[in-house]
């Protein structure tokens, strides 16, 4: 399966989450459940062939306090949305540093299968 086309899938597996909307690359504006996935690596395996691991991020609220009640009511759901196309290994909250300033989001672990 190319690169391409499981961005699509993982886009469409996120978009299944109440509150959330995938996309297959980041978005011009990213509001609160925007998430696409990131490819963090390519690693080489038995048979020569590559296995994909990415990084899923999802934006969260700016504030703080908003933005763990969201992870609390979405992080099970997302990791659940995933499963079909992957293997969630880590879930984290994590700071963007934008030129807009700095801003919250989850970043999701994947390992495609």
């Known amino acids: 399966m190319s690169l391409n086309t499981y961005r699509a899938q993982v886009a469409v597996s996120l978009s299944t989450v109440d509150g959330v909307t995938g996309y297959a690359r980041r978005p011009k504006a ?3 459940g925007a998430a696409w996935p990131l490819l963090a690596s390519l690693d080489r395996g038995p048979g020569f062939t590559f296995a994909a691991s990415w990084r899923v991020r999802v934006m ?3 504030d703080e306090g908003a933005a763990s009640d969201w ?3 979405h992080a099970t759901a997302l990791a659940e949305a995933l499963e079909p196309v992957g293997f969630v290994d880590r ?3 994590v ?3 934008t030129s807009g300033g700095d801003q919250l989001a989850l970043e999701i672990t994947l390992r495609s299968e």
């Open 71 to 73: 992870i609390d009511g």
């Open 91 to 93: 879930i984290e909250p």
């Open 60 to 62: 969260l609220p700016q």
């Open 30 to 32: 990213t509001p609160v």
């Open 95 to 97: 700071i963007i540093a």
